[in-house]
């Protein structure tokens, strides 16, 4: 094989990114490499719907758990080590997978982050002060005004994003979206995209299913043991936040539920609209046939040998 090949699966949450990993993971003998931000975290379990023990001894997996919420992790940080984890799998198989469902940690580890002009640290002070004065909306609506593009698939659930992206277009006076993707880095690997692709309503059937079986395995008992800690960064992510509010008797555990599922499957049309701009995926229907599946991806992979 000429090339070493990046397998990079996405798709929206709940759709099957992980068996998808694994089957291509078990045909290509090779190994599995998470680029899902909400895996990290060795605390959050249930509410990230990581790999089960028995998916994890079915193929090597990385970056699962391997952080703790106490611990500061940027995404410079998960590129960092994920290009160096790829460079030693590079020596052993001619094929990874990479499974990821935040398109920012699968696009940093492929094209390499942007470049940002430098804000100064009083800025975000002020923005974090307006969050606690005025709370998330005064941000959300903030950005639809400064830089309408990136609000639309930003992650409006977590006030982290949401503060770099308006601290920037505030220092710059440019939009946050302008300097995306401006510089290309320059990577010893070929990426294949393999996206995994459902009717909306199927999506979303699939995402509220698995809430309830969230809760039915413990995630309120989950939320519970991170509750003293949910001014963390990490714990700003659906799940969590909604069965927080339930915690402070400022809704019922029914409607904590319900928002869960809501935020979900807004957070997954996200995924799309920021996957759907990206003309380099190949397609797969959820339902299709493994085999068909190894095929489609194996001829991707020889068309690479024969190009020019």
């Not at 020596?91 to 699968?106: A, C, N, R």
């Not at 005004?145 to 982290?160: G, I, Q």
């Not at 999506?203 to 969230?214: A, K, P, T, W």
């Not at 797969?284 to 068309?303: A, M, R």
Request: proline share 4%; hydrophobic share 35%.
């Amino acid at each position: 094989m000429r090339h070493k090949v990046l397998l990079a699966v996405v798709g929206p949450t709940a759709i099957g990114k992980t068996a998808l990993g694994i089957l291509l993971a078990k045909h290509f003998k090779t190994e599995i490499v998470s680029a899902d931000s909400r895996q990290f975290f060795k605390e959050m379990s249930i509410g990230t719907a990581v790999p089960s023990s028995e998916e994890i001894s079915e193929v090597p997996h990385h970056f699962i758990q391997h952080k703790s919420i106490f611990e500061p992790y940027s995404v410079g940080d998960f590129e960092r080590e994920a290009l160096h984890l790829l460079d030693t799998l590079f020596q052993k198989h001619d094929v990874v997978i990479m499974v990821g469902g935040s398109g920012l940690y699968v696009d940093a580890v492929v094209k390499g982050l942007d470049d940002f002009p430098e804000v100064d640290p009083k800025i975000r002070e002020a923005l974090n002060e307006q969050l606690k004065r005025d709370g998330l909306e005064s941000l959300l609506q903030e950005l639809k005004e400064r830089d309408p593009n990136y609000f639309e698939v930003v992650d409006r659930d977590n006030p982290h994003r949401l503060i770099r992206a308006l601290e920037v277009c505030i220092a710059s006076g440019q939009p946050y979206s302008s300097f995306l993707n401006q510089n290309k880095s320059k990577r010893s690997f070929t990426t294949i995209y393999v996206g995994l692709d459902a009717p909306r309503e199927v999506v979303y059937e699939r995402i509220n299913l698995r809430v309830d079986v969230m809760m039915e395995e413990g995630l309120l008992d989950e939320a519970k043991q991170l509750y003293p800690h949910k001014e963390l960064n990490a714990l700003q992510t659906v799940g969590y936040k909604e069965l927080f509010e339930y915690l402070e008797d400022r809704c019922t555990l029914g409607t904590a539920v319900e928002e869960i599922k809501k935020n979900t499957r807004r957070f997954a049309k996200r995924q799309l609209t920021w996957l759907r701009k990206n003309k380099n995926i190949l397609w797969i229907g959820h339902h299709t046939e493994p085999n068909k599946t190894i095929e489609l991806v194996t001829d991707q992979i020889k068309n690479l040998d024969h190009a020019p």
